[in-house]
């Protein structure tokens, strides 16, 4: 168990829907990661969050957003969803310049 | 082209031998990371390294930041070893590029 929670483990929409995937961070952990993993595309960095500030953007699509509260947890919000956006979405934290911890991920289909 | 190449894509041995995985970069980088999936999703941190080489248990990781080069050695492979194991680097915004991940399949 690395600490990292994420909800839901497994989730089934519709195209043109909208889904919010969230993430607890270890305890202490300021920073948050959004990964997506895909067939197709391997594994992706969307975004960073640092004590509540976006630190970093990688190929986030601008349907996608983020964003972490006062209490660190991190919330990845998906809409118009597309059939391509199904994928395994993965949360990971980490202590300031530090070994990362991944959630068990969040597995997205789009039917 | 992709920031990070990694080789072999497949990997097939037999328990005990000695494995090496290899990752190279092109983007300047301030952190490379090591990661193991295994079947089913679940990723684990295995190294993070900026500079020289690290140790653990039967796991060596080595990076050579001028040539831009990373390995990843496992000694006495074990069937449990079996995993796909991704290369990742962190460059100096903060961003992360993957490699394509090396499946590692290790036959009693």
């Known amino acids: 168990d690395s600490g990292v929670t994420q909800t839901p483990k497994h989730l089934i929409t519709a195209t043109g829907q909208r889904v919010t995937l969230r993430c607890s961070p270890r305890?202490?952990?300021?920073?948050v990661y959004w990964y997506q993993q895909s067939l197709d595309q391997g594994l992706q960095f969307l975004i960073q969050?640092?004590?509540?500030?976006?630190?970093a953007k990688g190929n986030i699509l601008e349907r996608f957003s983020a964003q972490q509260f006062p209490d660190l947890h991190s919330e990845l919000n998906l809409s118009s969803l597309e059939l391509g956006d199904s994928a395994l979405y993965f949360c990971?934290?980490?202590?300031?310049?530090?070994?990362?911890?991944f959630g068990e991920g969040s597995w997205l289909t789009v039917v | 082209k992709n920031e990070v190449e990694q080789s072999p894509q497949n990997l097939t041995a037999q328990e005990g031998e000695f494995i090496t995985i290899n990752c190279s970069y092109s983007?300047?980088?301030?952190?490379l990371h090591w990661l193991q999936q295994h079947p089913g999703g679940g990723i684990v941190s295995l190294f993070m390294l900026s500079s020289g080489k690290k140790k653990h248990g039967r796991l060596i990781a080595t990076i050579n930041i001028q040539e831009k080069h990373s390995s990843l050695h496992i000694t006495a492979s074990h069937p449990r070893d079996s995993a796909v194991y991704i290369c990742a680097v962190r460059n100096t915004g903060n961003q992360f590029y993957f490699g394509t991940g090396t499946s590692l399949t290790v036959i009693p």
């Open positions: 983007v300047g980088i301030s952190a």
């Open positions: 969050y640092y004590n509540g500030e976006e630190r």
């Open positions: 305890s202490g952990d300021l920073s």
């Open positions: 990971a934290s980490s202590p300031t310049g530090n070994t990362i911890y």
